[in-house]
């Protein structure tokens, strides 16, 4: 057992505390409180960490470390159809290097500051790379298929990989559909029933209303989204035009349900999200990478107005310059000024840890959760820790508790 003392904590479930002390063991949270008043007894020994703030390692609910060979290979583009066909063709040339850049972006989220990832994995070949790191996981094999052969047999084979272990650390394996615009409705349908019927608490992933592109191809097949699957050879002439926006999509298909996590969702309108939010979705915001892609810039503050669970994730690095949530944070303070700080850092920790339902281990400081907790260094002056953690923290300033001496 081990007691550690800190200018501050910031539990998440709670207001940040001043003087704080904190007790853990063997790898959980004993205690939180203020050091002033909490004077229980322990066995170990107490360190002062000084001027830091401890809170939660982070939950980056969105990645594709499947994609980090292509850092600084796609240049930003006006379009997101444009962005796309770019990294279709640059990911053809990675090969072996696929592999030594995912275990370098898994020691960059470390560095970031990040204990829990959402991953997309289009071949699954972050799994093993993630169950040997430190950092713990969900790995959403993401399905693709616009004119699938056969959307059952597609569909039983990649449910037929899901490990949702009950196991506290290590790595979870889901599904994600791709978007709507790339996988066939009876594919997503074949998903749903596979998932109903064999794992039905597994959490989901679907790439949503990104692009105004996308909201023209639902609205009548037409566009860039078309022309780029037609070049690809994947167009299927007998679709039928949804002839309805992404979320009455989403319904149609089955997959309008509190388990799946919506990402992106720059193109969504209020009524949209108003509808999300009341079936208890997550939204997963990405804004570097939506500039980068020529998606537009996410409305954060209608997102939060409308009572929908907001997360955050930096995508790829085929799309953002570095994986630290915290630069994140410190763009969706600028593009929503007037949102509580606790919001946005909410969207941080626990609301990723509820959308990949791992809440019971990640997201706050509690006590009987995961001892997985940072300790980022503060200037003396500093008294609205809060805001002060959504102005950019550097990996300089973080410490792992498991790495303080």
């Keep these: 057992m081990r007691r550690y003392r800190a200018a501050w904590a910031l539990p998440i479930a709670g207001p940040p505390i001043r003087n704080a002390s904190l007790t853990l063991d063997q790898g959980r949270i004993v205690s939180i409180g203020s050091a002033s008043l909490d004077a229980g007894a322990t066995n170990g020994t107490e360190l002062d960490l000084g001027s830091v703030v401890v809170l939660p390692g982070l939950v980056n609910a969105h990645t594709h470390l499947e994609l980090s060979a292509l850092r600084d290979r796609i240049a930003p583009a006006a379009a997101m159809p444009e962005w796309v066909d770019s990294l279709l063709t640059a990911r053809r040339d990675i090969g072996a290097e696929t592999c030594m850049a995912i275990d370098a972006a898994i020691v960059e989220l470390r560095c970031h500051g990040t204990a829990l990832v959402g991953d997309i994995s289009n071949t699954l070949a972050t799994v093993e790379p993630l169950q040997r790191a430190s950092l713990s996981a969900v790995v959403f094999h993401e399905i693709l298929g616009f004119n699938p052969p056969d959307p059952d047999a597609q569909a039983r084979s990649a449910v037929e990989a899901i490990n949702l272990s009950s196991d506290d650390a290590g790595v979870r394996?889901?599904?994600?559909?791709?978007?709507?615009?790339?996988?066939?409705?009876?594919?997503?349908?074949?998903?749903?029933?596979?998932?109903?019927?064999?794992?039905?608490?597994?959490?989901?992933?679907?790439?949503?209303?990104?692009?105004?592109?996308?909201?023209?191809?639902?609205?009548?097949?037409?566009?860039?989204?078309?022309?780029?699957?037609?070049?690809?050879g994947v167009w299927n002439p007998s679709w039928q035009v949804p002839a309805c926006g992404p979320v009455e999509f989403l319904e149609q298909v089955g997959w309008l349900d509190p388990l799946v996590i919506v990402v992106h969702g720059v193109q969504l309108t209020a009524g949209d999200l108003a509808k999300l939010a009341r079936r208890g979705m997550t939204l997963v915001t990405c804004p570097r990478s939506n500039a980068l892609t020529g998606a537009g810039t996410p409305p954060v503050q209608r997102f939060l107005e409308s009572g929908i669970r907001l997360a955050v994730g930096t995508d790829s690095l085929a799309s953002a310059p570095n994986l630290s949530l915290f630069a994140e944070l410190a763009r969706l303070r600028k593009l929503a000024p007037d949102v509580p700080a606790a919001s946005l850092l909410a969207s941080a920790t626990i609301e990723g840890?509820?959308?990949?339902?791992?809440?019971?281990?990640?997201?706050?400081?509690?006590?009987?959760?995961?001892?997985?907790?940072?300790?980022?260094?503060?200037?003396?002056?500093?008294?609205?820790?809060?805001?002060?953690?959504?102005?950019?923290?550097?990996?300089?300033?973080?410490?792992?508790?498991?790495?303080?001496?």
């Design 173 to 232: 394996v889901s599904v994600a559909a791709h978007a709507p615009y790339s996988v066939a409705p009876a594919l997503f349908e074949a998903l749903r029933r596979e998932l109903s019927t064999r794992y039905p608490e597994a959490p989901l992933v679907v790439h949503l209303a990104e692009s105004s592109e996308e909201l023209a191809f639902l609205a009548d097949g037409s566009g860039p989204w078309r022309q780029l699957l037609e070049r690809l």
């Design 353 to 405: 840890a509820r959308a990949l339902r791992w809440d019971d281990a990640f997201g706050t400081i509690e006590p009987g959760k995961r001892a997985d907790l940072i300790a980022v260094t503060l200037p003396e002056a500093v008294y609205d820790v809060e805001e002060y953690l959504l102005g950019g923290i550097e990996p300089s300033q973080i410490t792992w508790l498991d790495d303080a001496v």
